[in-house]
T-cell receptor, first 112, second 116 residues
Framework: GENVEQHPSTLSVQEGDSAVIKCTYSDSASNYFPWYKQELGKGPQLIIDIRSNVGEKKDQRIAVTLNKTAKHFSLHITETQPEDSAVYFCAARETGRRALTFGSGTRLQVQP | DAGVIQSPRHEVTEMGQEVTLRCKPISGHDYLFWYRQTMMRGLELLIY????????DSGMPEDRFSAKMPNASFSTLKIQPSEPRDSAVYFC??????????????FGAGTRLSVL
């Protein structure tokens, strides 16, 4: 089955700086890669996703890049704000399956 | 839509008791997922349904866990008997394959289970 590794486990940045979180996956058949944000006491919420036929996707301050050859994808947050502080999870989904395999999470803290 | 609704939000029980967690998916969604979140194991899939039929239950830890989906708007996850190691946050999520929102899994707020 799929295995997703995520790092770093914690990340602290100053407000206004950029943050980058990286994930690798094991199954070359995976074709869908979402990123979720989880705030304290809440369920994960999708913030951006990318499919395997696209190399990069951007939505305002958030961008995701995918390198299929190397089997890794990254989340980039620019101009970080205190409200970006949360736990971020990457995930991968194998072709033909509906279930997601999640990374272990990154706790991002944005210092004001 | 109110989103995925889970109940109860918190459950405290004693070892050996039966626990039932409930989930109402988003109307019109045909996939429903149960996940468990712990510090040690992160977010792990327990089981998922398509059109009320269980598709993959390979993540269900043992026979003490069972899940049902009697109709498109309701699912339960039952633990009987419960053990302290079952303490975790249990999430339900739903999705649909159609439209622009296809593939996106929408999560409920979770049920925090503590087994004493």
């Amino acid at each position: 089955g799929e295995n997703v590794e995520q790092h770093p486990s914690t990340l602290s940045v100053q407000e206004g700086d950029s943050a980058v979180i990286k994930c690798t996956y094991s199954d070359s058949a995976s074709n869908y890669f979402p990123w979720y944000k989880q705030e304290l006491g809440k369920g994960p919420q999708l913030i951006i996703d990318i499919r395997s036929n696209v190399g990069e996707k951007k939505d305002q301050r958030i961008a995701v890049t995918l390198n299929k050859t190397a089997k890794h994808f990254s989340l980039h947050i620019t101009e970080t704000q205190p409200e970006d502080s949360a736990v971020y999870f990457c995930a991968a989904r194998e072709t033909g399956r509906r279930a997601l395999t999640f990374g272990s999470g990154t706790r991002l803290q944005v210092q004001p | 839509d109110a989103g995925v609704i889970q109940s109860p939000r918190h459950e405290v029980t004693e070892m050996g008791q039966e626990v039932t967690l409930r989930c109402k998916p988003i109307s019109g969604h045909d996939y429903l997922f149960w996940y468990r979140q712990t510090m040690m194991r992160g977010l792990e899939l327990l089981i998922y349904f398509n059109n009320n039929v269980p598709i993959d239950d390979s993540g269900m830890p043992e026979d003490r866990f069972s899940a049902k989906m009697p109709n498109a708007s309701f699912s339960t996850l039952k633990i009987q008997p419960s053990e302290p190691r079952d303490s975790a946050v249990y999430f339900c999520a739903s999705s649909t394959v159609s439209g622009r929102a296809g593939n996106i899994q929408y999560f409920g707020a979770g049920t925090r289970l503590s087994v004493l």
